[in-house]
């Protein structure tokens, strides 16, 4: 949402034959509340965001199977803030 990319974000794009999923874990340093470019995607698109300023920060961990991808993120001592499961591709 802005330069500095001190939060914790999943932005999803879909189109008519796929669907990317972007996933942003820049909150381990410094913490950014601004969500002055919020106006900027369309409504669908931003799925999480986190930024707690008074917190130590957060990150994030993956998990595959061969069955499913999970993206997860954490706050700093571990407690969930969020978790999307991605299934595989199917190809054509």
Same mark, same amino acid.
């Given at each position: 949402?802005?330069?500095?990319?001190?939060?914790?974000?999943?932005?999803e794009?879909?189109?008519?034959?796929?669907?990317?999923?972007?996933?942003?874990s820049?909150?381990a340093?410094?913490?950014? +509340?601004?969500?002055r470019?919020?106006?900027?995607?369309?409504?669908?698109? *931003?799925?999480? /965001?986190?930024?707690?300023?008074?917190? @130590?920060?957060?990150?994030?961990h993956?998990?595959?199977?061969?069955? +499913?991808?999970?993206f997860?993120?954490?706050?700093?001592f571990?407690?969930d *803030?969020?978790? /999307?499961v991605?299934?595989?591709?199917? @190809?054509?």
């Amino acid at each position: 949402m802005n330069a500095g990319l001190f939060y914790l974000q999943h932005l999803e794009r879909e189109n008519s034959w796929s669907t990317v999923n972007y996933f942003v874990s820049g909150a381990a340093n410094f913490i950014d +509340t601004s969500m002055r470019h919020a106006g900027d995607l369309p409504p669908d698109q *931003l799925k999480f /965001h986190w930024a707690k300023k008074l917190s @130590l920060g957060g990150f994030g961990h993956v998990r595959v199977t061969d069955k +499913t991808m999970t993206f997860g993120f954490y706050e700093s001592f571990g407690k969930d *803030l969020y978790k /999307h499961v991605m299934l595989p591709r199917k @190809l054509k």
